[in-house]
């Protein structure tokens, strides 16, 4: 791991780390945020964020204004990149995609099966594996986990969360993709990187997740009874096309899956509604990884 | 004035207006930070920021972090951008200007007086009369005003409080250029903007003017008991050869002038050092701007 950026901030040091990751077969950037906890030597559970469309590491280390919180309860942020990228990437369409829906900075969190993208675009496997097992190697942290993340990233945070309740004590979202086999985003991702069957879509799609708990579906015979924290502002410009909440909620109320879904009004899509509510994201996520989680899922 | 962006932040909203100046000639781009106080109806104080080199009216308000503690305390953050911009500017090398440090993103706070910058290198009147002119007329803002500013904007926030005590409660800055005449950037810029007249690089020279004070230089006979905060971080590239904030502790400390520089071991000269201490900073003027200063500027 090569440093590449370090910051004092708020009594930690922002850092931005490079390596070659075996999933993706690219260089991965990853910004790490370490509270003078950790700086002290102290082991800290880590929080991950996943970022939406467009972004790359930047985005939430600069705009969000999370190492205050992360600062104040000893909590190392975590926040990767959201694609392989590079002109060497195997095949035209990857290298020279131009979407901003597709390709670099839109790696969905899936493991493509599909060509050109499955040798590099496997962002599910890095964030699940590599990269904790990474962080966990190389920075005082320990192995408890939470993870958040906005719009695809807030997608990405539920579905991996869903998928992996032993690995994570807790899941928030803002404004996230819940249902991608519905939507326009998710669908043009999923069949690209995924092909048709709907079995295979079904994988990353946190509502279709929630629904099949109750039927054993992928070993899960019960609510994960992992906590999940939303918020989704009701000015946002993709609320009703792309986001869709409700079926989220709607979903984890049959299922009897924790969800606490928070409608903010006025609040759109932005890193302004981010920076306004992720204080309380991090301190809702510390109060778990600190206290660890009662059988209920409730904190 | 027109309304480009809108959002909902802090329980305030963050706006961004465009509007035609008549000091640059130029359509300006100002971001307003509007408290939930405001909201409300109540007319509040005006904190106005000064960014640095290459910002435009968008570093701030992503990257500070601001907001919150505007919120809290009920000021409303005015930040414009740098210089006058766009390809219609008058003069060849004003419009095609390659360099961080010189024309746009670099207006330094002065009226050029110099070929071709001078019709529209107007900073100086701009942010002193036209900008506060426009804010009080059209949002909810009292003619209580504070100035902060960072590296470049640090400079123009110190010289533009020192030469207009009356017109403002308090200053802050972050990494100033306290001593332009003195270092490469500000002797590039003075002497471009200004030509090679020392008196009229003194103008916009924080040190000269502090020493002069005692000189009854500009019509000050006395030090202008303005409260002046400074935060510099230990670990500032720029530091030794541009920033030099020793100059102006020295001469605030012959001159009687209230000075508190604050210097931070490790931080650098990146929004990351802004984000930790715009805290304090907002509170300081806070606590200044509501309850007036006495007569040492102590507060």
Redesign the interface.
């Known amino acids: 791991m090569k440093r590449t950026e370090q910051?004092?901030?708020?009594?930690g040091r922002?850092e931005v780390w490079q390596h070659e990751s075996t999933c993706t077969g690219t260089a991965m950037n990853v910004a790490v945020y370490l509270p003078p906890l950790a700086l002290a030597g102290e082991k800290c559970p880590v929080l991950y964020w996943l970022s939406g469309l467009t972004c790359n590491e930047q985005n939430f280390i600069?705009?969000a204004?999370a190492?205050?919180y992360a600062a104040q309860r000893g909590i190392i942020l975590v926040a990767p990149d959201t694609s392989p990228r590079g002109s060497d990437l195997q095949g035209h369409a990857v290298a020279d995609d131009e979407a901003y829906d597709l390709g670099q900075g839109a790696g969905f969190y899936v493991n493509a099966t599909q060509a050109p993208w499955a040798p590099h675009f496997r962002m599910y496997d890095y964030v699940v594996e590599e990269l904790p097992a990474l962080i966990e190697a190389h920075f005082p942290a320990t192995q408890v986990r939470a993870i958040s993340g906005h719009s695809m990233g807030g997608h990405g945070a539920l579905t991996i969360a869903l998928r992996n309740p032993a690995r994570y004590r807790s899941v928030s979202a803002f404004a996230p993709i819940v249902a991608p086999s519905q939507v326009p985003w998710g669908q043009k991702a999923l069949r690209t990187y995924l092909g048709d069957d709907p079995a295979a879509w079904a994988q990353y799609d946190a509502v279709a997740m929630v629904k099949a708990q109750g039927r054993e579906w992928m070993g899960l015979s019960a609510p994960s009874n992992l906590p999940i924290l939303i918020d989704q502002?009701t000015?946002d410009p993709f609320l009703q096309e792309q986001l869709r909440p409700e079926l989220l909620k709607t979903a984890c109320a049959a299922a009897g899956q924790p969800l606490e879904l928070r409608l903010?009004p006025?609040?759109?899509h932005?890193?302004?509604?981010i920076?306004?509510f992720i204080g309380e994201h991090i301190g809702w996520h510390a109060r778990i990884l600190r206290a660890g989680r009662d059988e209920s899922g409730k904190v």
């Open positions: 910051h004092a901030c708020f009594g922002q600069t705009k204004g190492q205050q502002g000015d903010q006025g609040y759109d932005s890193y302004y509604f920076a306004t």
